[in-house]
């Protein structure tokens, strides 16, 4: 005999686990801390690495102005403001990496508790009958 509530709850919790599946990983395989901290590498090797081929490209494009500066301080003001340029990038685009990804491990945490408490209220409905049927079975006994 099929009991239907277990069904539904069987099929909620197959759909729920195949739509966010792949979120629930991140909250199962990391904690908060690490996984932010893994964001937060990913983003800064990302942005620097995104930086230095802006910087190589600019320098590529503005060549002659860099071959006529023969001025030490010159030369010295264009390395501060793009230093300066990337400091303030960097710290702009950590800030939203940081917010993201804290919003995104909450979302999976949020998630993973529903999943469980799904997965635990299905385990309780199978003790339940499970201790129907030994009870049942311990009454046809003589």
Not at 100 to 106: D, K, L, N, W
Not at 112 to 141: D, N, P, T
Request: proline share 1%; aromatic share 12%; charged share 25%.
């Amino acid at each position: 005999m099929i009991n239907e509530d277990k069904l539904k709850l069987m099929t909620s919790i197959a759909l729920f686990e195949q739509r966010e599946g792949r979120r629930l990983k991140t909250a199962r395989n990391y904690f908060r801390s690490d996984y932010i901290s893994r964001s937060l590498l990913r983003s800064f090797i990302g942005y620097t690495l995104c930086w230095l081929m802006v910087v190589a490209l600019s320098v590529v494009c503005r060549s002659e102005d860099f071959l006529a500066i023969l001025n030490l301080a010159e030369l010295e003001s264009y390395i501060t403001e793009y230093a300066a340029g990337y400091l303030i990038g960097l710290a702009v685009y950590m800030i939203l990496t940081l917010i993201v990804s804290y919003r995104q491990y909450s979302h999976s945490a949020r998630g993973l508790r529903i999943y469980l408490a799904r997965l635990r209220r299905l385990e309780k409905r199978y003790e339940f009958q499970q201790r129907v049927q030994e009870l049942s079975k311990e009454g046809k006994r003589p």
